[in-house]
């Protein structure tokens, strides 16, 4: 299983781009561009912001909204992480979007 790690920067997004799916959630299409050759911190693909197909022939470019890179896929037999479990007094995001720009 090919594992690839995405990070965006949300502020660069169009929020005009958003729209709303058959659910009511929020989406932003967008497009991982591959690298020839990993740059200085190891990303492997850029994340752009989709355009149209009439923007994209006008010569219109996404924003650049972050980075991704291919991880290693853990084994079917590897050992799981050692890493400790979250508190479970830690606060929780989970539902909360005040600090979301959009």
Do not use: W
């Amino acid at each position: 299983m090919a594992i690839i790690k995405v990070k965006i920067d949300v502020t660069k997004i169009d929020k005009e781009r958003l729209f709303v799916g058959k659910n009511g959630a929020k989406y932003l299409d967008c497009t991982l561009l591959g690298r020839d050759e990993p740059d200085q911190y190891g990303n492997d693909f850029m994340v752009v912001q989709d355009v149209t197909k009439e923007e994209r022939l006008a010569g219109v470019k996404g924003a650049i909204l972050g980075n991704a890179k291919h991880m290693e896929a853990r084994q079917a037999n590897a050992p799981r992480s050692t890493r400790p479990a979250a508190s479970p007094s830690a606060p929780t995001t989970e539902g909360d979007d005040q600090d979301v720009p959009f």
